[in-house]
T-cell receptor, first 115, second 115 residues
């Protein structure tokens, strides 16, 4: 089963709101990722967690705060976002083992609109 | 630095026609992995294939086939007898060897299959 789930599917928020995006996988993967995708562009990596530790932060503004409560869950906490943060946010997971071929499997994404 | 080029921004074909999506990559690594992902309008990135740099065997899966040529740094994707359900954006991607490495995506090719 190569399923990554994400909630919510759609989110509309104001610039002063605080919200969270959630991602879950049950494939036993130890690496999880957040990507941001603007319209007609490829996904851009934001964060990578490996074995529940933040391994890569691609210089993302602090208004985005990732959290990995356990090996199956990944959250992205949002606070004081700007309209330009409106995008599709994709979660992915992979085995994360340096010996593996490490294919990333993606969830359906959350479409975020910031008003 | 790694780079993936998908020169075709948009392609339109009539149903049942064959279509080839081009992908050219640049890397200094000797070991790397190439991927194709499909992104339908719903947004989810669907994994299609992974190819190791040391395996130049072409692959066929149903109506899909992939041609990997190291000599020209290309990894092209052909859909035979296209169907309307093939309409999507297709991304070619490149990753270094090792766990949770950053994936470099091409800019994507939007395929429209007209009934």
């Amino acid at each position: 089963d190569t399923e990554v789930t994400q909630t919510p599917k759609h989110l509309v928020m104001g610039m002063t709101n605080k919200k969270s995006l959630k991602c879950e996988q049950h494939m036993g993967h130890r690496a999880m990722y957040w990507y941001k995708q603007k319209a007609k562009k490829p996904p851009e990596l934001m964060f990578v967690y490996s074995y529940e530790k933040l391994s890569i932060n691609e210089s993302v503004p602090s208004r985005f705060s990732p959290e990995c409560p356990n090996s199956s869950l990944l959250n992205l906490h949002l606070h004081a976002l700007q309209p330009e943060d409106s995008a599709l946010y994709l979660c992915a997971s992979s085995q994360g083992d340096s010996k593996s071929t490490d294919t990333q499997y993606f969830g359906p994404g959350t479409r975020l609109t910031v008003l | 630095a790694q780079k993936v080029t998908q020169a075709q921004t948009e392609i339109s074909v009539v149903e049942k026609e064959d279509v080839t999506l081009d992908c050219v990559y640049e890397t200094r690594d000797t070991t790397y992995y190439l991927f194709w992902y499909k992104q339908p309008p719903s947004g989810e990135l669907v994994f299609l294939i992974r190819r190791n740099s040391f395996d130049e065997q072409n692959e066929i899966s149903g109506r899909y086939s992939w041609n990997f040529q190291k000599s020209t740094s290309s990894f092209n994707f052909t859909i035979t007898a296209s169907q309307v359900v093939d309409s999507a954006v297709y991304f070619c991607a490149l990753r270094r060897s090792g766990g949770y490495q950053k994936v470099t995506f091409g800019t994507g090719t939007k395929l429209q299959v007209i009934p």
